[in-house]
């Protein structure tokens, strides 16, 4: 695709490579998401597994579509609707933001493996206060 014809697509589109580097974007992206050479750089932790099958899938030409978890400009992370067609070995992905929860697909088991990196990250930050806390008590002594 002609890069400037990529730029005036008016939705969030990224041209990657099979790593995930940013070839080319439209200007829309930039509205959305901060600048980044690498799709990886907004791409939320958890969600990273899905983003890996996306791109692995390259061989293939029929559109893949998942929800991802993205990063948006504000430091905030937002779900959104990404669409990958791979062709000649560049991935045309297009993320639109879903809004509705009914655009995003919560099963049970998704909200329980949430639940359960949720309380993962708690007890690993209880771990570190607690060690911190040990060594102020430490030095007032």
């Not at 002609?2 to 041209?15: E, G, R, S």
């Not at 939320?44 to 030409?61: F, G, V, Y």
């Not at 430091?75 to 297009?94: R, S």
């Amino acid at each position: 695709m002609d890069t400037m014809i990529a730029k005036w697509i008016p939705v969030p589109y990224f041209q990657i490579d099979q790593e995930g580097t940013i070839l080319n974007s439209s200007n829309t992206t930039h509205s959305y998401f901060p600048a980044t050479s690498t799709i990886w750089n907004i791409i939320h932790q958890e969600d990273r597994d899905k983003a890996i099958l996306m791109l692995s899938q390259s061989a293939n030409s029929y559109p893949i579509t998942k929800h991802l978890i993205l990063q948006i400009r504000n430091n905030l992370f937002g779900n959104f609707k990404c669409t990958i067609q791979w062709k000649d070995g560049i991935g045309h992905l297009v993320c639109t933001e879903a809004k509705n929860i009914k655009d995003s697909i919560i099963t049970p088991s998704s909200v329980q493996k949430s639940l359960i990196n949720t309380q993962k990250r708690l007890e690993e930050s209880e771990k570190h206060l607690n060690n911190v806390a040990k060594i102020v008590s430490i030095r007032k002594h």
